[in-house]
């Protein structure tokens, strides 16, 4: 994935620092545009990665803005995506962040409970004003994704529960400030076998009937994001599959033709073109293993830390040597702060550039000043 030219650049950087190839980037885009042959609305989610050049090559393809904080929201405003085309999610928006999207007339609040419901009433009277609002529903489907991704099961916090129907309809027809236009879901993340979304489409289209039935008729159909990527294997699967992604929902979900269709991808837009540049600073000799301690940790990659994720591990410097097992860590103080045990790598040296693949998604965005550590710097 790396030329000698690229690698030739690393040398000069101090590092650690994020690396973003903007031309795989721009080829997933293509790739997801090719495979939309349903005209299905694209929002991206901020939250996988909110540099702003990123976002600027993605709300040049026509994607809207997919946010779960004021600040996201005033991110994707800022780099110019539509208002017209920013969603707005989250269980625990505040009044503030809530005014700040209602001056900005966005396109659709998810709200994720009869509570917010009533508050986003009160706030959008204030200013007298209409929110459009789609209902989170938690759709109670198993995304078989790590139990800290899953979003779809009646035990998490997210979306509305369908015992609490009868109650959002009292609640939105006494609601004159806000405007119902149709529904929303998202299951969970880094989901790889497409069964879960199609049991997703089961659930929606019953839950639609439900909806149409009550005479709440949804404009909107939104199904979320949480896509996965191959983290083993990143070469040979740089761009996900979309082409299959989208068929599940054109051969399962049942709509009306005045339905519009959302989606809202983070991870599969970002993931493979980022990667975390890092250089080894000390080799320990262990008992079973070798430590290599990198000057990147868990305040610049979390997702190991926090869920136990793989990240392909490259020695640049290094290819081809032989190999040694290794467990890869980082300076922090904390023993959570590892990158992979009982890795067989080749050798690895003092000074030797380390590549942690697969970064571009819920990498930067999560980096942190934990033990007063640099911020950490993307090069393109
Ligand atoms: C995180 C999130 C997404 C994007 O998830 P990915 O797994 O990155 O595709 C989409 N919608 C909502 C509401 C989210 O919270």
Known sequence: MFNENTIQKFQSLETPFYYYNLDLLQKTIEAIKQANKKNYHIHYALKANANPKILNLIKEAGFGADCVSGNEVKRAVE????????????????????????????????????????????????KNVKANIALRINPNVDAHTHKYITTGLEENKFGINPYEFEQVFEEIKKSAHLNFIGL?????????????????CLRVNEINKHFIQQGFFPQHLNLGGGLGVNYTEPDTHAIVDFESYFNVFRDFLETQTEQHIHFELGRCIVAQCGSLISRVL????????????????????LRPALYQAFHKIENLSNPNGKTEKYDVVGPICESSDCFGKALMLPEMQRGNLIAIRSAGAYGEVMSSRYNLRDEVVAVF
Do not use: P, R, W
């Open 79 to 126: 780099i110019g995506f539509k208002s017209s085309d920013i969603v707005f999610a989250g269980v625990g928006k505040s009044d503030k962040e809530i005014n700040f999207a209602l001056d900005n007339s966005i396109f659709c609040f998810n709200v994720e409970s009869i509570h917010e419901l009533q508050v986003l009433n009160e706030l959008a009277k204030n």
């Open 184 to 200: 929303h879901f998202h299951i969970g993340s880094q989901i790889q076998d497409l069964s879960a979304f199609k049991n997703l």
């Open 282 to 301: 000390y080799i320990k000799k262990g008992i079973n293993t070798n430590f290599a301690i990198l000057d990147a940790g868990m305040t610049e990659l």
